[in-house]
C-alpha cells in the first residue's frame, strides 16, 4: 500500500478501520481503512465496481451490516438507517439529483422540514426569505420562488446541496458531481466547496473525472479490486498516477484515449449514407448539418445539455425537427416517427437502459422486438427467436448465457449489450449510439469499442453521440463538437486531444 | 481478510420458492379467490353447485367476456377504455334503430335489410373506435379522458336514437347469436369462447400481440426499437370498440330490448374482470387467460350473492369489498414480483 505523507491539519472526523464486506459471498470490501478529516475534500477515485460506492453506502447507512469499525469524531458509530447518518451530520448529493423539479427553490430547500406556524400552517415567505438567505451564504443567488426544475443543472445540483447542509449535515458526500456540467458550472461548484470546506464542512468527492478530483480535493484516494490502494496529497499526484493505480495494469487504449492524443483517419471514398441538413428543434438544437459515411463513425461531442443527444433522438424520429432535411442513402426521408426511421435504415440505442429495454421480459425478447416482422409476417416463431438471440449472446459474450432469464437479471453492462444486439441480426444503414459507455467499467467499455468496430467494418454509419470526450476519441473517425445546441467545430484528419475538444466546446 | 456476511444480510437468491410464488402471485391469486368463492356458495346454497347453475353462469358473463375480451387489449397497454358499456349500447341501439319495430314502438326509426342494419352497427362501434383511437394517439387525450368523453358521447348517442322508448325487434341474425342455441349451447356463451379464443391467440402467437404485451411492458422502450406505438394504441382502441360493439348488438337480443342505459353496469363488470383476473393495470403482464379467471370470479360471485339468503341492498357493498380485495392483490402481486 502506498503512503504518501498525508498533508491538511483538521482532525480526523470520520475514521473507518478494518471495513469488510460482501454480498453474497462476492467480496466488495476487504480491509479498508479510511479517514475524513475535518474541512478537507477528499477525492475518491476507483473503477467501476472497485468498492467506493460500497464504502460511501456504509456511510450513509445504506448498508448496516458490515465488518470492521467506523467512528464520528471518536465515537464508535454503526448506522441502521439512512436516517440514522443523517442525524449523525452525514449527507449525499447523488448523481441523479433528488430535488423536486416541480417544487421552488425555497420549497426544495426545505424539503422534509417546512416551517409552519403553531397550527400546521406552511410560512411561505419565511421559507423564501432563509431559503435565499441560506443560498447567499453558499454564493448563489437564486429567487427562491423560482420552479427548481427549469434551473440549469448546475444550479439544481445546488440547491440540493443547499438542502443537505441545510438539513445539518457536516460531512457530505457528493457523488459524480461534475459530471453534468459545464466548465463554468464547475469553478462555481468548486468555489462553493472551498468555501463551506473554510466553514468546517468536509466532502468526499466521488467522480471518473481525474482533472476535477484533483482540482478540488486536499487527498485523494484510490481503490481496487475492493481495496484501498492508495491515499495521497492531491499536490503531490497527477493523473498518470491515480491511472496507473486505478486501473493497475497496462491498458494502452484506454489510457491513450484519457492522455494522448488521437489520430483521426477519416475514410473519404465511401459513399454518404447519412446526410442530415440545416436540422432546428426550439430549444434543443439549432442549424445542425451533418454527413456520415457508410463505414465511419462520427463522434457527436458536447458537454452535457449541448443538443448532440436531442440530434441523435432526432436521426431515429423520436425528436421531429422543426426545420430541416435528412436523407439516406441520398434519398430525402421524412422521419416522424421511430417506425419510419427503422424502416428507413437508422437505429438507435438510446442513452439510459430504462428507456431501452423491457425488464420483465426475457432476454431473446428483447433482442428480437425490432426483427419480429421479418422472422414472420404475421405470426411469431419463437424458437428462431431463441436462436437469432443465443447467436448474439454467444457473440457479445452477454452473461448468464442464456437467452431465458429476465433482463431484470442482468447486470448493466449486459443490459446494454442486449439493446446492441437488437440491431445486429439485420444491420441498419446508420447506427446512432447515445452515450453508448455510460457507466460501464472497462472491460465492457472494450467490448463496445469492438462491437462498433466490427459493424464499422460491415459498412455502417455509426454516430456516437456524447459528452464524455474519452468515448468519442476511442470510437470516431471524425469529430463535430456542439455548443448549446450549434456545431462549433469539427475535427477530420488530424489529431485531437481532450484539451482541444473541450477548448471547443 | 474475507468479510463475514452476517445472516439476513443477503438478498433472497431469485429462483428460490418465494420468488417463483411471487412472480405467479398475480395468476394464483383470483385462482384461490375463485376457489374460495365457490367452495362458500357450496357450502351456504345446494342450488350453487349444479350443472343448470353453471350454465346459468355461463351465460350470464358472456356478454361481459365478449366486451373484456377486447379491453384485455386495451389494458395490456397500460391504457384504459371507460367507453365499453356506452359504446355497446350505441351500437345495439343502432341495429335496432336500422330495424323494422312493431307499430307500438313509438321511435322514428329507419328500417333497413337485416345485414345492413347489422353493417350499420358494426360501422357505428368502429367509427367510436377510430375517434378513441384518434383522440388518443394523434391528439393525445390520456385515453382515461377521452373515453370518457366517449362515455357521454355513446349515451349521447343512444339517447338521441330512441328518445326514452324502448325498441325490441333486431335482425334475426342476432337475434340467433343472441338469444338462440346450437345443441344444448346456447350462442352467445359459443360466441363469447370464440372472442376469448381469438384474443388468446392474437396476443399470443402474433406479432401484434407480442407489440401489445411490449408497448404495455415499457413504450419509450418499444418506441426505441421501432415499434410504432401509435398504430399499436389505436389498434387495441377500436378492437375495444368494436368487441363492445358487438356484445351490444348481442346483448339487445339477449335482454329482449334496447334502451338507454342498458349496459351501465358492463363497464365496471369488464374493467373488473380483466383487471381480477390479474392483467396489471400498469401494462406488459396478464392475458386473456387472466381475464377468463377474473369472468368466473365475477360471474360466480353474482350468481352466487344471488343464491344465498342475505339482504339485497347488501350484496351491492359486499361485491365491491370482494372487488377491492382483488384489486389490492393486484397491486400487491405487481410490487411482490418487481422485487422478487
Known amino acids: 500500500m502506498v503512503e504518501k505523507p498525508a498533508g491538511g491539519n483538521g482532525r480526523p472526523i470520520l475514521e473507518m478501520s478494518g471495513i469488510g464486506k460482501s454480498f453474497g459471498g462476492v467480496t466488495a470490501l476487504s480491509g479498508v481503512d479510511f479517514t475524513l478529516r475535518e474541512g478537507e475534500v477528499h477525492g475518491l477515485i476507483g473503477e467501476n465496481g472497485a468498492g467506493k460506492s460500497t464504502l460511501m453506502k456504509i456511510v450513509a447507512g445504506v448498508h448496516g451490516t458490515y465488518d470492521g469499525e467506523m467512528r464520528i469524531d471518536g465515537r464508535p458509530v454503526r448506522f441502521r438507517s439512512a436516517r440514522d447518518a443523517l442525524a449523525a451530520g452525514i449527507g449525499m448529493v447523488h448523481q441523479e439529483l433528488s430535488i423536486v423539479p416541480s417544487l421552488s427553490v425555497a420549497e426544495n430547500v426545505f424539503l422534509g422540514h417546512q416551517l409552519t406556524n403553531g397550527a400546521g400552517i406552511v410560512r411561505w415567505r419565511a421559507m423564501a426569505k432563509e431559503a435565499k438567505v441560506h443560498l447567499a451564504r453558499l454564493g448563489i443567488d437564486i429567487d427562491p420562488g423560482a420552479e427548481a426544475g427549469r434551473l440549469p443543472l448546475g444550479l439544481q445540483q445546488l440547491v440540493e446541496l443547499g438542502r443537505v447542509l441545510f438539513s445539518g449535515a457536516r460531512i457530505i458526500i457528493l457523488d459524480e458531481p461534475t459530471s453534468a456540467l459545464s466548465p463554468p458550472e464547475i469553478e462555481r461548484l468548486f468555489t462553493v466547496l472551498r468555501r463551506l470546506k473554510a466553514e468546517g464542512t468536509s466532502f468526499i468527492f466521488i467522480s471518473h473525472f481525474l482533472e476535477d478530483v484533483l482540482a478540488v480535493s486536499d487527498r485523494v484516494t484510490v481503490f481496487r479490486n475492493s481495496r484501498r490502494i492508495a491515499t495521497a496529497n492531491a499536490a503531490e499526484v497527477d493523473k498518470h498516477w491515480l491511472i496507473e493505480r486505478m486501473i493497475g495494469r497496462g491498458h494502452q487504449e484506454l489510457e491513450e484515449a484519457l492522455e494522448g492524443e488521437v489520430r483521426l483517419a477519416t475514410p473519404e471514398a465511401a459513399p454518404v449514407v447519412l446526410e442530415a441538413e440545416g436540422l432546428v428543434r426550439k430549444g434543443a438544437f439549432a442549424d445542425v448539418s451533418l454527413q456520415v459515411r457508410a463505414g465511419e463513425v462520427l463522434g457527436l461531442y458536447g458537454f452535457m445539455g449541448s443538443g448532440q443527444l436531442e440530434v441523435a433522438k432526432t436521426l431515429m424520429g423520436k425528436l421531429v425537427p422543426e426545420a430541416g432535411s435528412i436523407r439516406i442513402d441520398g434519398r430525402p426521408v421524412r422521419l416522424s416517427s421511430t417506425a419510419q426511421a427503422k424502416q428507413a435504415g437508422i437505429a438507435l440505442v438510446p442513452e439510459s437502459r430504462r428507456s431501452m429495454l423491457f425488464a420483465d421480459e426475457p432476454v431473446y425478447k428483447n433482442i428480437s422486438i425490432s426483427i419480429l416482422e421479418r422472422i414472420g409476417k404475421l405470426l411469431l416463431d419463437p424458437a428462431e427467436e431463441r436462436k437469432i438471440a443465443q447467436g448474439h449472446v454467444d457473440r457479445l459474450r452477454i452473461r448468464p448465457y442464456s437467452v431465458e432469464p429476465p433482463l431484470r437479471a442482468l447486470s448493466g453492462g449486459n443490459q446494454q449489450k442486449v439493446a ?25 467499455k472494450d467490448d463496445v469499442v469492438h462491437i462498433v468496430r466490427s459493424l464499422k467494418a460491415e459498412g455502417v454509419g455509426i454516430v456516437v453521440a456524447s459528452a464524455e470526450p474519452e468515448t468519442v476519441m476511442a470510437l470516431a473517425d471524425r469529430i463535430v463538437v456542439m455548443r448549446k445546441g450549434t456545431i462549433t467545430r469539427e475535427f477530420r484528419n488530424e489529431t485531437v486531444s481532450k484539451d482541444r475538444l473541450l477548448a471547443a466546446a | 481478510m474475507a468479510a463475514q456476511v452476517p445472516q439476513g444480510q443477503l438478498a433472497a437468491p431469485s429462483g ?201 411492458g415499457n413504450r419509450e422502450a418499444a418506441e426505441y426499437a421501432g415499434v410504432n406505438v401509435k398504430r399499436v394504441l389505436a389498434a387495441v382502441m377500436i378492437i375495444s ?23 351501465d353496469e358492463f363497464l365496471l363488470d369488464s374493467i373488473a374482470a380483466v383487471v381480477v383476473g390479474g392483467t396489471s393495470l400498469f401494462g406488459g403482464r396478464g392475458g386473456i387467460g387472466n381475464t377468463i379467471l377474473g369472468l368466473f370470479v365475477l360471474g360466480v360471485l353474482n350468481n352466487g350473492l344471488d343464491h344465498i339468503d342475505i339482504d339485497s341492498f347488501l350484496k351491492i357493498l359486499i361485491r365491491g369489498l370482494i372487488l377491492l380485495l382483488a384489486l389490492v392483490i393486484n397491486v400487491y402481486a405487481q410490487k411482490l414480483r418487481q422485487r422478487a
Not at chain 2, 402471485?25 to 374460495?36: E, K, S
Not at chain 2, 389494458?75 to 371507460?82: M, Q, V, Y
Not at chain 2, 360493439?245 to 334496447?258: N, Q, T
Open chain 1, 420 to 444: 446492441l444486439a437488437r440491431w445486429l441480426t439485420h444491420l441498419p444503414k446508420v447506427l446512432v449510439l447515445a452515450e453508448p459507455t455510460r457507466g460501464m467499467d472497462v472491460g465492457a
Open chain 2, 16 to 216: 428460490g420458492i418465494g420468488s417463483w410464488l411471487a412472480a405467479r402471485l398475480t395468476n394464483i391469486a383470483p385462482l384461490i379467490t375463485l376457489l374460495f368463492l365457490i367452495a362458500v356458495f357450496s357450502a351456504l346454497s345446494p342450488s350453487f353447485a349444479t350443472v343448470d347453475n353453471l350454465g346459468n353462469i355461463l351465460r350470464q358473463v358472456s356478454i361481459t367476456a365478449i366486451i373484456a375480451t377486447g379491453l384485455t387489449f386495451v389494458i395490456l397497454t397500460a391504457e384504459i377504455d371507460l367507453s365499453v358499456a356506452a359504446v355497446a349500447n350505441a351500437a345495439g341501439i343502432v341495429v335496432a334503430f336500422f330495424t323494422l319495430q312493431e307499430s307500438y314502438v313509438n321511435i322514428a326509426n329507419v328500417p333497413l335489410p337485416g345485414w345492413l342494419a347489422i353493417l350499420c352497427g358494426l360501422a357505428a362501434c368502429f367509427a367510436l373506435g377510430v375517434a378513441n383511437a384518434f383522440g388518443v394517439t394523434v391528439i393525445g387525450i390520456p385515453s382515461f379522458i377521452m373515453t370518457l368523453a366517449m362515455l357521454q358521447i355513446g349515451a349521447g348517442i343512444c339517447a338521441m336514437l330512441v328518445r326514452g322508448q324502448i325498441a325490441y325487434a333486431v335482425p334475426p341474425l342476432i337475434k340467433t347469436l343472441g338469444s338462440g342455441t346450437i345443441g344444448p349451447f346456447p350462442w352467445i356463451v359459443v360466441i363469447a369462447a370464440l372472442f376469448l379464443l381469438v384474443g388468446h391467440l392474437v396476443l399470443t402467437y402474433t406479432r401484434f400481440g407480442r407489440y401489445v404485451y411490449m408497448v404495455g
Open chain 2, 241 to 263: 370498440a368494436v368487441c363492445s360493439g358487438i356484445a351490444g348488438m348481442l346483448g339487445v337480443a339477449y335482454f329482449g330490448s334496447a334502451q338507454q342505459n342498458e349496459f
